[in-house]
């Protein structure tokens, strides 16, 4: 992954452009909300899932039902992670950018087969997230695993792209009265709620109060 | 819009769907940034990048350069936008969700060529996230905007699906004492931060203080 194939190398703005299994490791772990694009009937899909990763691999799953996992079986897939860090407020509407950690991966997409290594690796997902939930919950059925399709991809094609810090403004627009700057956004996580129906007296454990995520 | 088309129609899950402008305007008005799924040598390319709404239209822009909008041009392209609003936790693995918010626009999208309608339509988009903003900026030129490309698609094919609420367990598992609720999560804007070259004295006017997405 450390070098570019010629379909991953970043274009537009390489100067952004990471090819480093740590950047596009810790991109990815950091944002579990991925698009998901395939093609089908011609025409491209993307649509927003959860993903994981084991090693250099991504994972994503859903329903066996779902058109969006059989079209992706065995076909070209591309998995976009992006994570918006800010808007850059330039001084020109033309310099306005934003600040972003991103990765693409592009590859093909197999389907887990092996019932173990599924219910393995969909526990990993949970853990990851949650640590501690998955030995808490009731536990899986065999009925629930079948119904579960989890796709894998590897990260062989995978490259990553990064701004941050301040605008980047034509050298006479610095001289003009306008507030130039960066507005920071990022994911912020809110006070757990209960379900109506929990049995009284339960408290949320802590893998649900630490929970953070992008 | 308000009839789904067989390619827009939400297979799974329809109970989430809807296809009212009503909904599908307000998610795409409350979320600039998007995925844009294209096809390029065959291969499907899923690239973020900020959209906005002008009545039945959605649009996006970039760099003339950009390979992403050539392939888009006169193309399929799917553009989605999804707001996560949730973590939903279940009493067991397989009930495990998200809430959010999503849109999902299948069409052909097409280039403005008009110069001045393609500058209009940058004014829109940069006024609707940040009002006033247009008018205090250093004005564009002829030679950035010819470096501007702004792709339009129509809203025909349109679909948004939602979530919200609690989870939906497996009535058996109710009676388990296993925490289960929501865990909400928001778009936060933090306070704006000053280029460091900005001119001493400046404070960030109200469109900047008063911004919000999401």
């Not at 927003?48 to 066996?64: A, C, K, N």
């Not at 950018?97 to 599924?118: F, I």
């Not at 969909?122 to 796709?151: I, S």
């Not at 792209?161 to 009265?177: H, I, N, S, T, W």
């Amino acid at each position: 992954m450390d070098a570019p194939s010629e379909r991953t190398r970043v274009k537009r703005m390489n100067k952004r452009a990471a090819y480093n299994s740590g950047t596009v490791h810790g991109i990815l772990d950091a944002m579990p909300i991925c698009n998901v694009g395939y093609v089908f009937d011609g025409a491209p899909y993307v649509t927003p899932t959860l993903q994981w990763r084991e090693g250099d691999h991504v994972y994503w799953h859903g329903s066996s039902a779902s058109r969006m996992l059989e079209a992706c079986e065995q076909a070209q897939v591309c998995l976009t992670v992006s994570i918006i860090d800010g808007f850059v407020m330039a001084r020109s509407a033309y310099n306005h950018s934003c600040n972003y950690r991103s990765v693409m991966v592009l590859g093909t997409a197999h389907k887990l087969t092996d019932a173990a290594e599924k219910e393995a690796s969909l526990k990993l997902f949970t853990e990851g997230l949650w640590p501690g939930r998955w030995d808490m919950l009731r536990q899986m059925t065999q009925k629930e695993l079948k119904a579960t399709t989890v796709l894998k991809m590897s990260l062989d094609e995978a490259s990553a792209k990064v701004r941050d810090g301040a605008p980047g403004d034509d050298e006479a627009d610095y001289a003009l009265p306008i507030w130039a700057g960066v507005i920071p956004v990022r994911q912020q996580v809110l006070a757990p709620v209960d379900d109506p129906r929990l049995i009284p007296g339960l408290s949320p454990p802590q893998h649900i109060t630490d929970f953070r995520f992008g």
